[in-house]
Each structure stands twice: as C-alpha cells, then as structure tokens.
C-alpha cells in the first residue's frame, strides 16, 4: 500500500540547515507529484513546496522562497527539502503528501496520503 516516511528532522540553530527525506513506497514517483507541508502548535497547515516528479517542475511559496528546495531521486523513490538559513519561525511539524492530481498545488484537501511528520525545531 502507499507509504510515506519523512525523516531528518530535528534541533537546529538559526541560520543552519536540514534536509529532509520523504522515501515513497507502495508506487513509483514517476509523474506523481508530491507536496511538503508543515504545521505549527495552533496554526493551520501549510504547503512549502511541491514537484511534479515527470517533469521536475516545482512551486515553492513566497513564505520560503530562496531558501527551500525540493528535489527527487527516482533510483531511491525519495523526495528530499532541502531548508537554509532557517529560523526560528520554521519550527513545526514537517510532512510529505502524495496527490493524484497532475499540477504542482499547495491545496492540502487535495493530497490523499500523508506521512507521519518529522519535528524541525529552529532555536539557539
């Protein structure tokens, strides 16, 4: 069946970095797209970034522009966020998506499989 699992979170000071991996299985990536999302304690879910596997077309939010990437490798069937220059205020729940719908959107209603979520916490 299809799994997600997110991993590479944790402690981070300002200004450094993570990078994440979300390993698929129970389907390939091929044109699948597939959508980064965080939540913090008492606010709503947000989208940071998402790829459309086929193509390698990506969106990446004004909120984290500059900052984030995203990226897949076919041969582990991962898709990886790199985060730089964090801050305090990227500190949330961090989780990867898989939609079937064929575009790049930070629509979490249309996401049908969710992972478990990895903590990034970005503090001195």
């Known amino acids: 069946q299809v799994q997600l699992v997110e991993s590479g979170g944790g402690l981070v000071q300002p200004g450094g970095s993570l990078r994440l991996s979300c390993a698929a299985s129970?389907?390939?990536?091929?044109?699948?797209?597939i959508g980064w999302f965080r939540q913090a304690p008492g606010k709503e879910r947000e989208g940071v970034s998402c790829?459309?596997?086929?193509?390698?077309?990506?969106y990446i939010p004004d909120s984290v522009k500059g900052r984030f990437t995203i990226s897949r490798d076919f041969a582990k069937n991962t898709v990886y966020l790199q985060m730089n220059s964090l801050k305090p205020e990227d500190t949330a729940v961090y989780y990867c998506?898989?939609?079937?719908?064929?575009?790049?959107?930070?629509?979490?209603?249309?996401?049908?499989?969710w992972g478990q979520g990895t903590q990034v916490t970005v503090s001195s």
């Open positions: 790829i459309r596997s086929s193509d390698g077309i990506t």
């Open positions: 998506a898989l939609t079937s719908v064929t575009i790049c959107t930070m629509r979490a209603g249309l996401y049908d499989y």
């Open positions: 129970g389907f390939t990536l091929d044109d699948r797209v």
